[in-house]
């Protein structure tokens, strides 16, 4: 016999027009429930993204179809990724035999569900639905049985979970309902290509012909009312993110990770600065609240949250959506709370992770922002003596502007006021300049340019502060300040090239300046050095070390350097033992966020928590490329009791020690 099967076997097609007309009113259901809640979204500012639209499509499709963020990470994210693949799958495949039933059957008289098409068929679609099940009932085991620390469960979880359990299982029971009284007996052969439905047709062996149809057709409509239900629920329940977070692929920001508007101060009409209320915010932030899944991924790669301190990136989302649901002229920042938005040192792994492209931080950033320029806020009475000094004296220490060079004293670098060609602009920042520790490492820097034959200049006394941490804590109007006077020396210089070893000033000078004005490539040193390295103007005497590298935020994750510092390290001579967050997912040292200029008064040190992961590798040397990081791990070795079992060193100190001939 052929293998084809009948389409509305025991049904009739005197159910096309009724199951149509059904069908289109829960679509119907679906758009108005979506369709109510525009005017929410709409009390946030405009924002254009639908820019660039062939990339963001791009995006959509490969992140919803690929589940690209969903099952980066093991737990859970591979189960849910089978399980929308298997489910997309069989619903593919039953608008697949609608199509074949009611247009290529009557209007083109053509049967694709035949012969060995339709084997394949058969066998994809059963194999899909039996991995829809069994991935959601891993899902329903994490969710309800073992519990993962600091996953919501609400009401909607268990309906939801009901619900696609009752869709596919009594998807199954239809099944085998129609194989028992037709493929069974009449083409068991066919039966072998279907194997969940033959295991379920052997439930009905027993039945009489009658019991059987009667058994089909309850089930028939009962499925069908329960998928009919699914498309009604959605925009009602958290199943919503099927559409929302799918489109948040779309709406997600195209520009670098860690763009930040720059607000024109200038503009005299501009009343508020920063977000006292979620109408400060954007249609997108409020967005983010529907798209949100509450997966709690953000808030697992949060190094506030895993330290004790009051910062859920997930809650700051949710809040969010609640304010704008509930009251849109209430106080944002007395809803999230200061020390939650405090606590944050923008490291971006929540962002960075989140399936949904929620963006947390620069909502953080324009409450801060509220806090600081309106409200005269800060996290401490320390942190508002340093901006007062980066305000009066270019740094966060207070230390005279003279002062600034001294690290250079006898070292072979040109001043840039003194006129000379220079190749590269070292641009030092407060750390290196000032610092006795991080001294070392500018010292360390120019060692390496001498024996590589390049030829370094240095603002001196002229440079500032990058304004980089004053940003992050909201002060964007000593940022451009500073900024503004940076850049204008700079031009004034000519420079072709500016490097910097720290990764704080290097995504600023790199990034933020470009809205100011400033358009000069600016490297960090890690990715210059290798560059040296790889044209052999740079050779090391390689001398064996054990040794763990920390990917610092603002170089790996906001940059993606991440194997050129490995690569400096192996040239050196070093075996490397990675931590257990590395890479893209490394964890904060804490300083971020202009955290540096905080003391850590909640919870425990990040840093002890940062020091822990690098001792769990028993290696005795601790390797960043971060002034932030060396301070931080430095402080954390000694709170952290692992003075005598790790070290902490710079890259540059590491390069320097191998110079060869």
Same mark, same amino acid.
């Given at each position: 016999?052929?293998?084809?099967?009948?389409?509305?076997?025991?049904? %009739?097609?005197?159910?096309?027009?009724?199951?149509?007309?059904?069908?289109?009113?829960?679509?119907?259901?679906?758009?108005?429930?979506?369709?109510?809640?525009?005017?929410?979204?709409?009390?946030?500012?405009?924002?254009?993204?639908?820019?660039?639209?062939?990339?963001?499509?791009?995006?959509?499709?490969?992140?919803?179809?690929?589940?690209?963020?969903?099952?980066?990470?093991?737990?859970?994210?591979?189960?849910?990724?089978?399980?929308?693949?298997?489910?997309?799958?069989?619903?593919? %495949?039953?608008?697949?035999?609608?199509?074949?039933?009611?247009?290529?059957?009557?209007?083109?008289?053509?049967?694709?569900?035949?012969?060995?098409?339709?084997?394949?068929?058969?066998?994809?679609?059963?194999?899909?639905?039996?991995?829809?099940?069994?991935?959601?009932?891993?899902?329903?085991?994490?969710?309800?049985?073992?519990?993962?620390?600091?996953?919501?469960?609400?009401?909607?979880?268990?309906?939801?979970?009901?619900?696609?359990?009752?869709?596919?299982?009594?998807?199954?029971?239809?099944?085998?309902?129609?194989?028992?009284?037709?493929?069974?007996?009449?083409?068991?052969?066919?039966?072998?290509?279907?194997?969940?439905?033959?295991?379920?047709?052997?439930?009905?062996?027993?039945?009489?012909?009658?019991?059987?149809?009667?058994?089909?057709?309850?089930?028939?409509?009962?499925?069908?009312?329960?998928?009919?239900?699914?498309?009604?629920?959605?925009?009602?329940?958290?199943?919503?993110?099927?559409?929302?977070?799918?489109?948040?692929?779309?709406?997600?920001?195209?520009?670098?990770?860690?763009?930040?508007?720059?607000?024109?101060?200038?503009?005299?009409?501009?009343?508020?600065?920063?977000?006292?209320?979620?109408?400060?915010?954007?249609?997108?932030?409020?967005?983010?609240?529907?798209?949100?899944?509450?997966?709690?991924?953000?808030?697992?790669?949060?190094?506030?949250?895993?330290?004790?301190?009051?910062?859920?990136?997930?809650?700051?989302?949710?809040?969010?959506?609640?304010?704008?649901?509930?009251?849109?002229?209430?106080?944002?920042?007395?809803? @999230?709370?200061?020390?939650?938005?405090?606590?944050?040192?923008?490291?971006?792994?929540?962002? =960075?992770?989140?399936?949904?492209?929620?963006?947390?931080?620069?909502?953080?950033?324009?409450?801060?922002?509220?806090?600081?320029?309106?409200?005269?806020?800060?996290?401490?009475?320390?942190?508002?003596?340093?901006?007062?000094?980066?305000?009066?004296?270019?740094?966060?220490?207070?230390?005279?502007?003279?002062?600034?060079?001294?690290?250079?004293?006898?070292?072979?670098?040109?001043?840039?006021?003194?006129?000379?060609?220079? =190749?590269?602009?070292?641009?030092?920042?407060?750390?290196?300049?000032?610092?006795?520790?991080?001294?070392?490492?500018?010292?360390?820097?120019?060692?390496?340019?001498?024996?590589? %034959?390049?030829?370094?200049?240095?603002?001196?006394?002229?440079?500032?502060?990058?304004?980089?941490?004053?940003?992050?804590?909201?002060?964007?109007?000593?940022?451009?300040?500073?900024?503004?006077?940076?850049?204008?020396?700079?031009?004034?210089?000519?420079?072709?090239?500016? @490097?910097?070893?720290?990764?704080?000033?290097?995504?600023?000078?790199?990034?933020?300046?470009?809205?100011?004005?400033?358009?000069?490539?600016?490297?960090?040193?890690?990715?210059?050095?290798?560059?040296?390295?790889?044209?052999?103007?740079?050779?090391?005497?390689?001398?064996?070390?054990?040794?763990?590298?920390? =990917?610092?935020?603002?170089?790996?994750?906001?940059?993606?350097?991440?194997?050129?510092?490995?690569?400096?390290?192996?040239?050196?001579?070093?075996?490397?033992?990675?931590?257990?967050?590395?890479?893209?997912?490394?964890?904060?040292?804490?300083?971020?966020?202009?955290?540096?200029?905080?003391?850590?008064?909640?919870?425990?040190?990040?840093?002890?928590?940062?020091?822990?992961?690098?001792?769990?590798?028993?290696?005795?040397?601790?390797?960043?490329?971060?002034?932030?990081?060396?301070?931080?791990?430095?402080?954390?070795?000694?709170?952290? %009791?692992?003075?005598?079992?790790?070290?902490?060193?710079?890259?540059?100190?590491?390069?320097?020690?191998?110079?060869?001939?």
């Amino acid at each position: 016999m052929e293998a084809t099967r009948e389409i509305y076997w025991n049904i %009739g097609h005197g159910v096309v027009l009724p199951m149509y007309v059904l069908s289109l009113a829960a679509v119907a259901m679906l758009v108005w429930g979506f369709w109510k809640q525009v005017p929410l979204y709409r009390v946030g500012r405009p924002l254009d993204r639908c820019d660039r639209y062939d990339e963001r499509v791009k995006r959509m499709v490969g992140e919803v179809l690929g589940q690209v963020k969903v099952s980066r990470v093991t737990e859970g994210g591979l189960f849910h990724s089978l399980f929308f693949w298997g489910f997309l799958t069989l619903f593919v %495949g039953t608008l697949l035999v609608m199509v074949q039933a009611d247009f290529f059957t009557p209007l083109m008289h053509v049967n694709l569900l035949s012969g060995e098409f339709y084997k394949a068929f058969s066998l994809v679609l059963d194999l899909a639905g039996l991995v829809a099940i069994l991935m959601l009932a891993g899902l329903f085991v994490r969710r309800f049985i073992t519990k993962p620390e600091g996953l919501e469960i609400v009401k909607d979880d268990y309906i939801i979970h009901q619900l696609l359990f009752a869709i596919l299982i009594t998807g199954f029971i239809i099944e085998g309902a129609r194989m028992a009284a037709t493929e069974l007996t009449q083409n068991p052969g066919l039966a072998r290509f279907s194997p969940v439905g033959y295991v379920v047709a052997q439930l009905f062996v027993s039945f009489d012909e009658a019991s059987i149809k009667t058994t089909h057709k309850v089930l028939w409509w009962l499925h069908f009312a329960l998928v009919l239900g699914f498309f009604c629920a959605i925009p009602y329940s958290k199943l919503r993110h099927i559409l929302t977070t799918s489109l948040n692929a779309f709406f997600a920001p195209l520009e670098p990770m860690g763009t930040i508007g720059t607000i024109n101060l200038e503009d005299e009409s501009i009343e508020q600065f920063g977000a006292a209320k979620v109408t400060d915010l954007t249609w997108k932030d409020i967005f983010d609240a529907d798209a949100c899944t509450s997966c709690k991924r953000c808030q697992e790669r949060c190094p506030a949250y895993a330290t004790g301190k009051p910062l859920s990136p997930m809650k700051v989302i949710q809040q969010v959506g609640e304010v704008a649901e509930n009251d849109a002229a209430a106080s944002l920042c007395d809803t @999230v709370g200061q020390d939650v938005l405090w606590s944050c040192t923008t490291c971006r792994a929540c962002q =960075d992770i989140c399936p949904a492209n929620n963006e947390h931080v620069n909502k953080i950033l324009e409450m801060r922002r509220n806090l600081t320029l309106m409200e005269g806020a800060f996290p401490g009475d320390e942190v508002r003596t340093a901006i007062g000094n980066i305000e009066v004296n270019g740094n966060p220490f207070g230390l005279a502007f003279a002062a600034r060079g001294e690290w250079s004293d006898n070292l072979p670098v040109t001043l840039m006021e003194s006129g000379e060609e220079v =190749d590269i602009l070292y641009f030092v920042g407060c750390y290196a300049s000032f610092d006795k520790r991080n001294r070392e490492i500018a010292k360390s820097f120019i060692t390496i340019c001498q024996a590589a %034959g390049i030829k370094v200049g240095i603002l001196g006394k002229e440079e500032k502060c990058c304004g980089e941490p004053a940003r992050k804590l909201g002060n964007e109007y000593l940022y451009q300040m500073t900024a503004q006077e940076n850049i204008e020396l700079i031009k004034g210089y000519g420079v072709k090239k500016i @490097v910097t070893t720290c990764p704080h000033c290097f995504n600023t000078l790199g990034r933020d300046y470009k809205d100011l004005g400033l358009d000069i490539p600016v490297e960090h040193y890690s990715t210059y050095l290798h560059g040296l390295l790889k044209s052999n103007r740079l050779n090391l005497t390689p001398a064996p070390f054990v040794a763990t590298y920390h =990917d610092s935020c603002y170089v790996g994750r906001y940059m993606d350097i991440i194997e050129e510092p490995r690569s400096i390290l192996k040239q050196a001579g070093g075996q490397l033992r990675e931590m257990e967050k590395s890479g893209g997912d490394s964890f904060c040292c804490g300083a971020g966020g202009g955290r540096i200029l905080a003391e850590e008064k909640l919870g425990t040190k990040i840093s002890e928590k940062r020091v822990a992961m690098a001792q769990e590798t028993e290696a005795p040397l601790l390797v960043s490329n971060c002034p932030f990081c060396l301070t931080m791990f430095e402080d954390g070795i000694k709170t952290g %009791g692992a003075e005598g079992s790790l070290v902490a060193k710079d890259l540059a100190e590491i390069v320097v020690e191998r110079l060869g001939a």
